[in-house]
């Protein structure tokens, strides 16, 4: 597809497990952002991958959220020993980047976690 | 590192009057700015952005913002509302650095038509 895709795009999970969350960026974007949109709130930015550089991880809210992105393209968040505060819309955005800024994001629809 | 303030979490117009939505940004080199909306459960998608081109900016969907460097300012405006303008709305600013520096959003301005 030409979009970015993300997986699932409704997940309910119990207390306590462990989620994985996909983001297929568009083709040839080197920029991938998470963030996470709690209900009726802005974007909290979590994590943002840029070609082979490390990630910048200073919006991870706790040690439980980790991501990767493999081959720079596909990136999975994951989190570990979900809680309920967790619940919400993990949205994820590729760009091109050009001279080091952000151009146009292109969002995903989101992935709607909610944690019983 | 950049901000950006939206003024007003929630704006209420009249289908047919103007719509106008506040931001505001800080940057310390020249920015790029953009808006976004969000309609009920999708994702973002851009509306318009300003990339250091012309200073009056149009958009999809009939909308316009205007990047004013001495007032610090990006408001975004659209002559006459219409029911389908009813989403959340998103000032961005982008400037060197990527990441959690480089891109910063506003936190949203819920617009409301009122028939």
């Known amino acids: 597809g030409a979009g970015v895709s993300q997986s699932p795009s409704n997940k309910v999970t119990e207390k306590g497990k462990d989620v994985e969350l996909r983001c297929d960026p568009i083709?040839?974007?080197?920029?991938l952002y998470w963030y996470r949109q709690s209900l009726g709130q802005g974007l909290e930015f979590l994590i943002y991958?840029?070609?082979?550089?490390?990630?910048?991880k200073s919006g991870l809210p706790s040690d439980r959220f980790s991501a990767e992105r493999t081959g720079g393209s596909v990136s999975t968040l994951t989190i570990q020993r979900t809680q309920q505060e967790d619940s919400a819309v993990y949205l994820c955005?590729?760009?091109?980047?050009?001279?080091?800024?952000?151009?146009?994001?292109?969002f995903g629809e989101g992935s709607r976690l909610t944690v019983l | 590192a950049q901000s950006v303030t939206q003024l007003g979490s929630h704006v209420s117009v009249s289908e047919g009057a103007l719509v106008l939505l506040r931001c505001n940004y800080s940057?310390?080199?020249?920015?790029?700015l953009f808006w976004y909306v969000q309609y009920p459960n999708q994702g973002l998608q851009l509306l318009l952005k300003?990339?250091?081109?012309?200073?009056l900016v149009k958009g999809i969907n009939g909308f316009e913002a205007e990047f004013k460097k001495s007032e610090t300012s990006f408001h975004l405006t659209k002559p006459s509302a219409h029911m389908s303008d009813a989403a959340e709305y998103f000032c961005?600013?982008?400037?060197?650095?990527?990441?959690?520096?480089?891109?910063?959003f506003g936190k949203g301005t819920h617009l409301i038509i009122q028939p």
């Open positions: 940057s310390s080199v020249p920015p790029y």
């Open positions: 300003y990339t250091s081109a012309a200073t």
């Open positions: 955005a590729s760009s091109l980047e050009r001279g080091g800024i952000a151009g146009e994001l292109f």
């Open positions: 961005a600013v982008s400037a060197p650095g990527g990441g959690a520096d480089g891109l910063t």
């Open positions: 991958f840029q070609g082979n550089s490390a990630p910048d």
């Open positions: 083709s040839g974007h080197t920029a």
